[in-house]
């Protein structure tokens, strides 16, 4: 059975930052994309980053381009995402996930079939 395991979330100001990590672990897996999602208190889990592994490609929403940066650790299994610049805005439960799906959009979280437990981001203004 293959895990995924967030780490690196907490509480921060404004204008800080957080450095998030997603580690797979239990059997080996092959998957296309990893990606990350947040999901605000009475919102909707939204698409935040992805990475594909074919072309080594990012994917970002527009309300975190050129504050966030997803990223691979050596492993193809660990993925990371850089969070500058937060604001209150960016508070919510952060998810990481995994995509076996070959092809599809990889901003729906329809193509992801592995979840992590998730780890909580809170900004404080």
């Known amino acids: 059975q293959v895990q995924l395991v967030e780490s690196g979330g907490g509480l921060v100001q404004a204008g800080g930052s957080l450095r998030l990590s997603c580690a797979a672990s239990?059997?080996?897996?092959?998957?296309?994309?990893m990606g990350w999602f947040r999901q605000a208190p009475g919102k909707e889990r939204e698409f935040v980053s992805a990475?594909?592994?074919?072309?080594?490609?990012?994917l970002n929403a527009d309300s975190v381009k050129g504050r966030f940066t997803i990223s691979s650790g050596n492993a193809k299994n660990t993925v990371y995402l850089q969070m500058n610049s937060l604001g209150p805005e960016d508070t919510a439960v952060y998810y990481c996930?995994?995509?076996?799906?070959?092809?599809?959009?990889?901003?729906?979280?329809?193509?992801?079939?592995?979840w992590g437990q998730g780890t909580q981001v809170t900004v404080s203004s």
């Open positions: 990475l594909l592994w074919s072309g080594s490609s990012t």
């Open positions: 996930a995994a995509s076996r799906q070959f092809g599809g959009r990889y901003s729906s979280p329809n193509v992801y079939d592995i």
């Open positions: 239990g059997r080996t897996f092959s998957n296309y994309a």
